[in-house]
């Protein structure tokens, strides 16, 4: 596609009468103008890519939480939201949904569960009504290997999404 082309009309200087020494004429500019359009408005490419690769977050946080807690079942807690705009950018979170069940028919929320793994528990009597003290229990931090490990995917995948979009608006 020829983008521009400069066509000059006569180059005698222009005297008495003449409206005109030069004419400009651009093709295709159109076309031009709905990809620049198209790229002023990066939400919708930004919002695809976050999404994709918060689904290769969600996998490895599952497997560093299933690693760091032997609990298939509160890996499994852990989803993705959709992608979200706010004034620092586009981002998604993967995060412990839901309640765990524990012995005795009593529930314990997924996300206090898997900070007590991330952190540790200190031990001791948290309430006077506890009728035993609750165990300590020794950190086994998760959430920096899942990030280590899918840092270096998600990256490569919202560079791949952005560039398939950007290609398919400019038409290469």
């Not at 222009?14 to 790229?39: F, N, P, R, T």
Request: hydrophobic content about 35%; glycine content about 8%; overall charge positive.
């Amino acid at each position: 596609m020829e983008i521009a082309k400069n066509i000059w009309k006569s180059g005698q200087i222009c005297q008495k009468g003449c409206d005109s020494v030069a004419h400009l004429e651009i093709e295709g500019i159109d076309a031009w103008d709905d990809i620049l359009k198209e790229l002023s408005h990066p939400e919708k490419i930004t919002k695809d890519a976050v999404n994709e690769a918060a689904k290769i977050l969600e996998k490895t946080t599952q497997a560093a939480v299933k690693a760091s807690s032997n609990s298939g079942r509160l890996a499994k807690s852990f989803t993705r939201t959709p992608a979200k705009e706010n004034s620092m950018g586009v981002y998604s979170v993967v995060r412990p949904t839901g309640d765990f069940e524990l012995k005795g028919g009593k529930t314990m929320s997924n996300a206090d569960l898997a900070a007590q793994f991330e952190y540790g528990r200190k031990g001791g009597y948290k309430r006077h009504s506890m009728k035993r003290a609750a165990t300590t229990m020794k950190p086994k931090p998760w959430r920096q290997s899942a990030i280590n490990s899918a840092k270096a995917a998600c990256e490569a995948m919202v560079e791949q999404k952005v560039n398939e979009a950007v290609d398919k608006i400019v038409g290469g």
